[in-house]
């Protein structure tokens, strides 16, 4: 696809779900709009790819993003998603029935133990629930810093610190980097559980994409953006 010098009226980066989903709207748009989604890869997807590979066809492998987040009926793949029986709901709540956790020497952690850290962990992030929108706003470990060091059996606290970590790990940053003001209101109150797709999101994306024959140029990585004119508002986008 030969795109130099040429003006479109959108440009999209990036042609993860996100990406498809904008051109998916500006396909469905009633009015002509002249646009073209540029990806760095080889391939679209971004974070949802199913490797058929290492395994096989009958044995698709997510590597990256897995599942559908939330799955409620107005989310952009959900509404593409076919109902199957082999799909799943996963949950991050612990199961004793299904899940084991060892501590660092190879040892089972009690559910009883793992019960004690999970109260702790649930009253520290009330805490930070609970922390008031009118006050200066500090870092989520700030606030709970100091009732964390008071927790004395060092295996108790090494627990709590690896269930805090299902934070880090879910928004993407540090504690000492997170909001106590906006901890939470991102998501509102959307079900906190996510549809497993056994054929692989990555296919299903890529089944998406394919269906509406997005305008996409891959191994385009976006190297500049430069105003050229504020007047004329014209946005000149380079790649190498």
């Given at each position: 696809?030969?795109?130099?010098?040429?003006?479109?009226?959108?440009?999209?980066?990036g042609c993860g779900p996100a990406g498809i989903a904008a051109g998916i709207v500006f396909e469905k748009m009633k009015s002509n709009i002249d646009y073209l989604?540029?990806?760095?890869?080889?391939?679209?997807?971004?974070?949802?790819?199913?490797?058929?590979?290492?395994?096989?066809?009958?044995?698709?492998?997510?590597?990256?993003?897995?599942?559908?987040?939330?799955?409620?009926?107005?989310?952009?793949?959900?509404?593409?998603?076919?109902?199957?029986?082999?799909?799943?709901?996963?949950?991050?709540?612990?199961?004793?029935?299904?899940?084991?956790?060892?501590?660092?020497?190879?040892?089972?952690?009690?559910?009883?133990?793992?019960?004690?850290?999970?109260?702790?962990?649930?009253?520290?992030?009330?805490?930070?629930?609970?922390?008031?929108?009118?006050?200066?706003?500090?870092?989520?470990?700030?606030?709970?810093?100091?009732?964390?060091?008071?927790?004395?059996?060092?295996?108790?606290?090494?627990?709590?610190?690896?269930?805090?970590?299902?934070?880090?790990?879910?928004?993407?940053?540090?504690?000492?980097?997170?909001?106590?003001?906006?901890?939470?209101?991102?998501?509102?109150?959307?079900?906190?559980?996510?549809?497993?797709?056994?054929?692989?999101?990555?296919?299903?994306?890529?089944?998406?994409?394919?269906?509406?024959?997005?305008?996409?140029?891959?191994?385009?990585?976006?190297?500049?953006?430069?105003?050229?004119?504020?007047?004329?508002?014209?946005?000149?986008?380079?790649?190498?």
């Amino acid at each position: 696809m030969t795109t130099n010098n040429h003006i479109f009226d959108v440009i999209i980066i990036g042609c993860g779900p996100a990406g498809i989903a904008a051109g998916i709207v500006f396909e469905k748009m009633k009015s002509n709009i002249d646009y073209l989604i540029l990806e760095a890869r080889d391939r679209i997807g971004g974070r949802a790819f199913t490797d058929i590979t290492t395994f096989g066809e009958n044995i698709p492998i997510d590597i990256g993003a897995h599942y559908i987040c939330h799955h409620e009926s107005d989310n952009f793949l959900r509404s593409y998603y076919i109902s199957s029986n082999e799909d799943f709901i996963e949950s991050d709540i612990y199961n004793p029935l299904t899940m084991k956790i060892f501590d660092e020497y190879g040892n089972i952690i009690s559910d009883e133990f793992i019960n004690k850290a999970m109260k702790i962990i649930e009253d520290l992030l009330l805490i930070v629930k609970e922390y008031s929108i009118d006050k200066s706003d500090i870092s989520i470990l700030d606030l709970i810093n100091e009732p964390l060091k008071q927790i004395s059996n060092q295996q108790l606290k090494h627990l709590v610190q690896m269930g805090l970590s299902y934070t880090e790990l879910h928004e993407g940053s540090d504690l000492n980097e997170l909001s106590c003001k906006y901890y939470g209101k991102g998501e509102g109150y959307l079900q906190s559980y996510d549809l497993s797709i056994n054929n692989g999101l990555g296919l299903l994306v890529k089944e998406i994409a394919s269906k509406y024959s997005l305008p996409i140029k891959l191994n385009s990585i976006v190297s500049n953006i430069d105003i050229l004119n504020e007047y004329d508002e014209i946005v000149q986008v380079s790649t190498k």
